[in-house]
């Protein structure tokens, strides 16, 4: 199963795709929100982990325009940032966020919640 | 010219031009070194991430030069800020067992003092137990900047026995470095919040005094409410201010009448009494109805404005002519 990962610290990032990587996903990786866009239309991923401050578009444009377009509007995103105060929350939710995972984080905790989202989704 | 003032020329011109070739040298060579680091990142990046995906794993090997101890240090650095929880845990103990953190610690002992600052910043983010008597002893650090660092990195470590020595270090430079003091006591509030109050009670420091009285009320310790109420009517008007705002935030109702004495109080400067008034109608308590009334026909726009914001949150209707402009002032809340 495809997840895009779309997170601007390459640490961060390895450390996430690693991770999933682990437990079985198959990972593509974007490292701006530019690229995170282009990646979710091309590839179609099954969900996306989507950092919220990114450079070039940040991760609500991202989702924004995600949602607008047919073929993406429905892909699951766990949004991951460490600005979870109640308006970014909010916000997300407004938007279709369907997780969020304030950083500091664990990845082993990622992963779990990314499974959850997943499983929700087939089971819906 | 004279053939000394020629020659005089001459050398400046090339003191100058040497000057000018070894700082483009310098800026080469760090350019190279940055380019070598970010070859070596990546396949470090990937090293730590596998590392920590598997709880089996053995440690990576230890870096074999300077290049990869720096690489490896700014990776682990980027990831620990990210990280909580078991793989945290395991990315310091990597850091321990790779050599990192005793580099480090040689750092504290570093002649120039912006390297031992960065040491303890650093060894604050790596929270090793291998780092705590060298940052103990650097407690006695010539410079402030790395003492406070020190005792940042030990309240980031829960060091029990040097609490005290801590506290010391941190109350000595409040005056003159108060964003890094208050860094240090954020961590106190929560580590050991009774702390605060013990710092607060003892404390001469009016500068100490602010701090405390700020991170007291925004991170709503109520057990230190008692503390709050006194220093509300301390004559330093900024520390009265913070008290009266952290009164409010924590909701404390036993607070109303200090805050209504602060309230009306014309002699006391305009943030006291507006703070009072704000901190009024955040708790709430209908017993300020009448001293806010009053407040809000006040002649001090501010002081006016602030209380009729309050008599909207205890429920009173807004007033015809709420002031918003200074010198708009007439009336406010009925």
């Known amino acids: 199963m495809k997840i895009l990962v779309a997170e601007d610290s390459s640490t961060v990032r390895r450390l996430v795709a690693t991770r999933l990587g682990a437990d079985g996903f198959d990972v593509i990786e974007a490292e701006d929100g530019e690229q995170a866009v282009e990646l979710a239309t091309a590839e179609l991923p099954a969900l996306i982990v989507l950092d919220k401050v990114m450079p070039k578009l940040d991760g609500f444009e991202v989702i924004r325009l995600l949602r607008e377009r047919v073929e993406t509007r429905s892909i699951p995103i766990v949004m991951l940032t460490e600005q979870a105060g109640e308006e970014d929350v909010l916000d997300g939710l407004d938007l279709g966020v369907d997780e969020y995972m304030p950083k500091p984080f664990s990845p082993r905790e990622l992963s779990l919640r990314v499974k959850r989202v997943l499983a929700r989704r087939a089971s819906a | ?334």
């Not at chain 2, 030069?65 to 310091?92: C, S, W």
């Open chain 2, 1 to 334: 010219m004279s053939d000394a003032s020629v020659v005089a020329t001459l050398v400046l011109i090339i003191a100058i031009a040497v000057l000018v070739l070894l700082i483009l040298a310098q800026q080469i060579v760090h350019r190279i070194k940055r380019r070598a680091r970010l070859v070596l990142r990546p396949a470090c990046e990937l090293a730590v991430a596998e590392y920590l995906a598997d709880e089996n794993a053995s440690v990576p090997p230890p870096p074999r030069n300077n290049r990869e101890h720096v690489v490896l240090r700014q990776v682990a650095l980027a990831a620990l800020i990210e990280l909580r929880g078991r793989e945290r845990a395991r990315l310091t103990e990597l850091l321990e067992r790779t050599g990192v953190v005793a580099r480090t610690v040689e750092e504290l002992a570093a002649r120039r003092r912006t390297r031992r600052r960065r040491a303890a910043d650093m060894l604050a983010e790596m929270r090793s137990d291998q780092s705590r008597s060298a940052l103990v002893a650097a407690l006695d650090d010539l410079d402030a900047a790395t003492r406070l660092g020190c005792a940042r990195a030990l309240v980031e470590l829960g060091d029990d026995d040097s609490a005290d020595h801590i506290v010391e270090v941190a109350a000595a430079e409040a005056d003159t470095s108060p964003g890094a003091v208050g860094d240090v006591f954020l961590g106190i509030a929560a580590w050991k919040p009774s702390l605060l109050g013990e710092a607060m009670s003892s404390t001469s420091s009016r500068g100490l005094r602010r701090i405390l009285a700020s991170i007291i009320g925004e991170l709503r310790i109520s057990d230190h409410t008692a503390l709050l109420r006194v220093a509300l009517t301390d004559t330093d008007d900024e520390l009265a201010a913070r008290s009266a705002r952290g009164l409010g935030l924590i909701g404390d109702d036993g607070s109303v009448e200090a805050l209504t004495q602060a309230l009306g109080d014309a002699r006391r400067e305009r943030r006291v009494r507006t703070a009072a008034a704000t901190s009024l109608g955040w708790i709430g308590d209908r017993r300020a109805l009448a001293s806010l009334r009053t407040a809000a026909s006040s002649p001090d726009w501010a002081v006016a404005a602030a209380s009729a914001d309050a008599l909207v949150l205890l429920g009173e209707e807004r007033g015809a002519t709420r002031p918003d402009t200074e010198g708009g002032l007439t009336v406010a809340a009925a």
